[in-house]
C-alpha cells in the first residue's frame, strides 16, 4: 500500500473554530501514522496541500442506502438484485460527496456489507441497524387502512427498510435476529412517520414494554437503540426506556432536550429530508397522503435545532434521503448553518457522529491510528459550509482507508 506526506495540512475536523497551523500527516498501511512537523519517511509521493484544508471523511449518521426511490413500500416490492444495483450507485455517490462512512438506519443488511468489502466499486464504510422494528400499523407498515394482505413479519427483502414485529416477545426475537445477522446497533419506529400511509405523526410506535425489551436485547448484546422520533412526548418516552440515538426530534422541547443530554443520548437531526420532500417529493414517487404529513415537521425542525444545542444534547449530522433526492446529502450542512456555528456543524460530521458509532478515533479524526479516511477541500469550510456542498466539486483528493478514490490536480 501506497505511503504518502500530506504537506502544508490545515486541518479543520470540527474541534477548533479555525484550521490548524500546517502540518504533516503522514498515510501507511490504509491508516494515519503520524502527524507532525518533521515527519521523517522515504514516502514515495508528498503532496502539498498549501492553500487547502485537510479534513477527516465526512460521516452521514442517518441515511438508507437501499432507498431507491421516495415510495418506501413499492421499493420493499423490487428485486434485490436491483436494489443492490442501485444502492452501489447510490453509496458511490455519498462517497464522491466526502462521506466516508454513513451509518444505515433501516435497510442494509451484513449481506451488503460484505458485498462492499468484495466488490471492485469503492463506497462509504457501512456501520448497519439492519432491517428496522415497526409495529402493525407503525411507520414501516405500508398496507393502507383497507388492505389486510398479512405482511411479511421478516424483512426479507433487500428493499425492505424495516419489519413488523408486535409483542415483548416478538421484538425480541426480531431484536435478535438483526443482532445475529451482524446489525451494529437496533433501530425502532418509536412515532409516526411521514412515508407510511395510516400513523400520524403523534402516533406513538410501540408499548413502553417493547421498547424497554428492545433496549435489553440491544445493552446485552454490548450496543444501543436508535429510534425513529418528532414529537416531545415520544422523544421523552424513548429516552425513558433507554433509547440512546433520537432520529429526526423535529418537535423536541427545552425539558426533553435537557433531560436527553443528562442522559448522555444523542440527537440525529435530518432536516434536509423536509425540505426537499416538500419540493420535490411528489415528482419523486412520494404519495399524495405522505406530502400531506411533511409540514407537520418541516416546519419546526429549524427550531428544535436552537433547543437542543441550548440542552447541550451532542447532535451528529443525518440526511435520510431516498431515492432520487439522494443529491441533496450535503445541503444538511448549509441548513444547520443558519443558525448554527460552522464548527459544530462541522462536528456533528466527524468527531461526534464518531463517538455515536463507536468509532472515536478510528474515523471523523486526524490522529495516529485512525483510518485515513480523509478528503481536500479548496477553500476553508468554517468560513463557507457550502464548500461541502455540490457532489464534491470542492473537494479535489477524496481518500479511503488509504487509496484515492478521487484524485485531481491540485490548483
Ligand atoms: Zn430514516
Known amino acids: 500500500m501506497t505511503t504518502i506526506i500530506f504537506e502544508n495540512a490545515r486541518i479543520v475536523d470540527g474541534t477548533g473554530d479555525r484550521p490548524s497551523e500546517p502540518v504533516q500527516v503522514l498515510i501507511e498501511g490504509g491508516f494515519i501514522r503520524e502527524v507532525g512537523n518533521k515527519i521523517t519517511s522515504n514516502a514515495a509521493q508528498r503532496i502539498d ?85 415497526a409495529q402493525t400499523g407503525g411507520h414501516c407498515d405500508y398496507r393502507g387502512p383497507y388492505n389486510d394482505d398479512p405482511v411479511r413479519t421478516r424483512g426479507f427483502a433487500l428493499g425492505a427498510l424495516g419489519r413488523i414485529c408486535d409483542g415483548a416477545p416478538e421484538v425480541r426475537k426480531a431484536a435478535r435476529e438483526e443482532l445475529k445477522s451482524g446489525a451494529n446497533f437496533i433501530k425502532i419506529m418509536a412515532n409516526g412517520g411521514v412515508s407510511s400511509p395510516t400513523d400520524p405523526i403523534h402516533f406513538l410506535g410501540f408499548s413502553r414494554e417493547e421498547i424497554i425489551a428492545t433496549v435489553e436485547e440491544a445493552e446485552n448484546a454490548g450496543t444501543y437503540v436508535s429510534a425513529h422520533l418528532y414529537t416531545d412526548q415520544a422523544i421523552r418516552r424513548a429516552v425513558e426506556c433507554g433509547v440512546h440515538s433520537l432520529e429526526h426530534c423535529n418537535l423536541i ?9 443528562e442522559k448522555g443520548a ?146
Open 266 to 411: 444523542f440527537a440525529v437531526p435530518t432536516l434536509v429530508t423536509y425540505d426537499k420532500l416538500s419540493s420535490e417529493g411528489p415528482a419523486m414517487g412520494l404519495p399524495a397522503a405522505s406530502v400531506a404529513k411533511v409540514d407537520d415537521v418541516r416546519l419546526a425542525g429549524m427550531e428544535s435545532l436552537t433547543i437542543m444545542r441550548d440542552a447541550g444534547l451532542q447532535i451528529a449530522y443525518g440526511s435520510d434521503l431516498l431515492g432520487g433526492m439522494h443529491i441533496h446529502q450535503s445541503e444538511e450542512f448549509v441548513i444547520r448553518g443558519r443558525v448554527l456555528p460552522a464548527m459544530e456543524v462541522i462536528a456533528s460530521a466527524t468527531h461526534i457522529a464518531a463517538r455515536l458509532l463507536r468509532m472515536e478515533g478510528k474515523i471523523g479524526t486526524i490522529a495516529p491510528g485512525a483510518f485515513a479516511d480523509l478528503i481536500v477541500v479548496d477553500g476553508n469550510p468554517l468560513d463557507d459550509l457550502s464548500l461541502l456542498t455540490r457532489q464534491g466539486q470542492h473537494m479535489p483528493l477524496i481518500m479511503k482507508a488509504g487509496r484515492f478514490v478521487k484524485q485531481t490536480a491540485l490548483t
Open 253 to 261: 422541547g427545552s425539558e426533553t432536550a435537557k433531560f436527553a443530554a
Open 49 to 133: 496541500l498549501a492553500g487547502k484544508t485537510l479534513m477527516p471523511g465526512l460521516i452521514d449518521a442517518h441515511v438508507h442506502v437501499v432507498a431507491s426511490t421516495a415510495d418506501l413500500g413499492q421499493n420493499g416490492l423490487l428485486p434485490d438484485a436491483l436494489i443492490t444495483v442501485r444502492a452501489f450507485k447510490l453509496m458511490g455517490e455519498m462517497l464522491a460527496r466526502g462521506f466516508t462512512t454513513v451509518r444505515d438506519v433501516g435497510g442494509a443488511t451484513s449481506g451488503l456489507v460484505a458485498a462492499t468489502l468484495e466488490a471492485a466499486w469503492p463506497t462509504p464504510r457501512l456501520n448497519i441497524s439492519g432491517k428496522a422494528l
